[in-house]
């Protein structure tokens, strides 16, 4: 499976940013509905951490922090996962990626999803 991560931008404190992954290349004989999708984020000099997961029939899990201004959603016909930032802070800025495993099993731990996609830059500032 192929991620590829778009929607990363500059924008300042407060504002909103949409974030898309798309799947390609779904192992065969699966369906990216089989999978289960997260979105994690690395801040520079520290560790990866967990944002959101949303498993094929919408129901998820977030980093109880972030659980009011993030929202993460999915499209499984168009093979993407969305994670939605409002009320961005300068502590939000990060490279955020998607990654996915087949499971049906909700996971929150970086080491539990296969795939990984390549990351967007998320910066918060002013």
């Known amino acids: 499976v192929q991620l590829v991560e778009s929607g990363g931008a500059l924008v300042q404190p407060g504002g909103s940013l949409r974030l898309s992954c798309v799947a390609s290349?779904?192992?065969?004989?699966?369906?990216?509905?089989?999978?289960?999708m997260a979105w994690f984020r690395q801040a520079p000099g520290k560790e990866r951490e967990f944002v959101a997961t949303i498993m094929s029939d919408g129901r998820n899990t977030y980093e109880e922090s972030l659980k009011s201004r993030f929202t993460v959603s999915r499209d499984n016909a168009k093979n993407t996962v969305y994670l939605q930032m409002n009320s961005l802070k300068p502590e939000d800025t990060a490279t955020y990626y998607c990654?996915?495993?087949?499971?049906?099993?909700?996971?929150?731990?970086?080491?539990?999803?296969?795939?990984w996609g390549q990351g967007t830059q998320v910066t918060v500032s002013s």
């Open positions: 290349e779904v192992a065969s004989g699966g369906t990216f509905s089989d999978y289960s």
């Open positions: 990654a996915g495993d087949l499971t049906r099993t909700m996971r929150r731990g970086v080491h539990e999803f296969e795939y």
